[in-house]
């Protein structure tokens, strides 16, 4: 009897260790690609992070890596594409000439890049000499990102703001001019053709 108590105890004990065993952790540093969008996802940080906004007409000031304030207020009347961006993001790369030319094709859509890492204003100067846009640019603080846009799920993550100031589309992954102009067209704004 006195065996039986032990073994039954020690199974016990056994199955409440297997119960409360933790998971083995993943490799957050690593981005890895979701298959549906080609964004690289990126690391969260501990506390929850903001994954939709609801403010209707976000706001940003951010001083860009030129020196001068970039103020998403004072384009009022124009599209503005927001592209959260980073050095080490491939898809990122790719799409940066593609979102030059549309800033500089079209008079009624603005680019503006926020580069989403940890990287002075020298070392990105020195990146854009490399990768040349016509867009400006502004290192933003992975700790405290601009508060009325979501923290960013996946690189690059681009928001398309209508003329009014409010949000007209998002995008996670690479987006394309044609992407852009679509989206454009269907918020009511002008088609490609027509610009």
């Known amino acids: 009897m006195y065996r039986r108590a032990i073994s039954v105890s020690l ?23 979701p298959a549906d969008t080609g964004a690289l996802t990126l690391p969260q940080p501990a506390e929850q992070p903001r994954t939709e906004s609801d403010v209707e007409r976000p706001t940003l000031k951010i001083a860009g890596v030129d020196g001068t304030e970039y103020d998403l207020a004072a384009r009022r009347g124009k599209w503005v594409v927001v592209n959260f961006w980073a050095t080490w993001c491939k898809p990122c790369l ?10 500089a094709m079209r008079e009624h859509v603005e680019v503006v890049g926020l580069a989403y890492e940890d990287i002075s204003a020298d070392d990105m ?11 400006p640019i502004a290192v933003v603080d992975t700790f405290n990102p601009p508060a009325d846009f ?14 009014d100031g409010k949000v007209a589309d998002k995008f996670l992954g690479p987006v394309t001019a044609k992407d852009i102009e679509s989206a454009i067209a269907k918020a009511g704004g002008p088609k490609a053709s027509q610009s």
């Open 94 to 103: 790719k799409e940066m000439p593609e979102l030059s030319a549309l800033d």
């Open 125 to 135: 100067k020195v990146f854009l000499k490399l990768h040349p846009v016509v867009y």
């Open 11 to 33: 199974l016990a004990l056994a199955l409440a260790a297997g119960c409360s065993k933790k998971a083995p952790d993943t490799d957050l540093a690593a981005p890895q690609t």
């Open 150 to 163: 979501a923290t960013p799920r996946g690189l690059p993550m681009t928001y398309l703001i209508a003329p």
